[in-house]
């Protein structure tokens, strides 16, 4: 395969350069598939995941198998439960007299918050954190153009005194290339990793819309009681998001 030749290329240019590296791993098939492509390297590699304690029982029990499989497996906690709790459900939509305007509202806790303010601190702030404390100088992420959601395109970066460099080997692959190398790999390619968001992420996640449908649909048939409560909930973020677009009609 072609596009897997010229991925490891980068991977042999990425290792003269750095002596450690740590490889942002979600689960998710695209940081999979650079994980097996990064094999020749692993003695050298931190595999990092941020553990958000509202993971799926599955992703649990593949982080335990993948901490078995590598020589370092990092695990950075954060607590997404803890801050819905305290700053409300994360949403693509936030009507603020029921997130950080509740306070004015008298309304007391939030309810709502913005999945990217939810995801900064649950996610990208950890592993932010982590790169400011690590030896590694490195990074590895499998981020690709096709991706809906895509961070920024950063390459080299300071930290303080800390010159760090990220590289996005698998960036020109498409899900189907990614899949197509896993497979070639014996992994076996299940209903989660032929989901669009494969990851999973939070189970408790009402945000990221354009995916719910199918996240849903896998909840339903493995995770029914789960499914039942994000419904919910996403409803009643339904009804109030439905209630200001009324009072906009009419502005
Ligand atoms: S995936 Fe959802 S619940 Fe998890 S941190 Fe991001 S917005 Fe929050």
Redesign the pocket.
Known sequence: MEKSQAATKTLESFYKLHQKVALLFSGGKDSLALLYLAKPWWDRTYVVWVN?Q?NFPEMHRFMEHIQRMVPHFIEVKSN?LKF?NTYGF?SDVVVSEQADGAVFAGEGTPQMCS?FE??QH??WRPIWEFMKSTDATGFLKGQKYTDHLRAPWVDKFNIGDKKLELAYPIADWSDEDVRRYLACQSVEIDERLRLPHSSL??W??T??WDQMKSRLKYMERHHPDKAVYVKSVVARIKDAVKAELTKLEEV
């Open positions: 958000t509202c997404t819905i994360p999945k939810c995801c649950n996610l992420d939070c408790c996640c945000a990221y």
